[in-house]
Nanobody, 114 residues
Framework: QVQLVESGGGLVQAGGSLRLSCAAS????????MGWYRQAPGKSRELVAT???????NYADSVKGRFTISRDNTKNTVSLQMNSLKPEDTAVYYC????????WGQGTQVTVSS
């Protein structure tokens, strides 16, 4: 089992910044992919960004150039720096851990006001 605990969500005005963090604990495999997904009301959950243990990243087109994902393998943490936020970024953001089996955090609300 892997437990994921997110922090850092909140309310911000358009153009502002937020930083999300996620700490993983439990049966962490040394090679894995961690990332962030989001789900807006009435929409399906979608990928935001992922990062592999070796540092390879993948971003949704909608956040490229604005969001930056990073990780600390020694602490089993992953972070998402979100800049130039837009109202359409409003969603519940979920931390994700994947190595064969997939685990999700409880989600943290990000609200961007116009």
């Amino acid at each position: 089992q892997v437990q994921l605990v997110e922090s850092g969500g909140g309310l911000v005005q358009a153009g502002g910044s937020l930083r999300l963090s996620c700490a993983a604990s439990g049966s962490i495999f040394s090679i894995n992919t961690m990332g962030w997904y989001r789900q807006a009301p009435g929409k399906s959950r979608e990928l935001v960004a992922t990062i592999r243990t070796g540092g390879r990243t993948n971003y949704a087109d909608s956040v490229k150039g604005r969001f930056t994902i990073s990780r600390d393998n020694t602490k089993n943490t992953v972070s998402l720096q979100m800049n130039s936020l837009k109202p359409e970024d409003t969603a519940v953001y979920y931390c994700n851990y994947k190595w064969g089996v997939e685990y999700w955090g409880q989600g943290t609300q990000v609200t961007v006001s116009s």
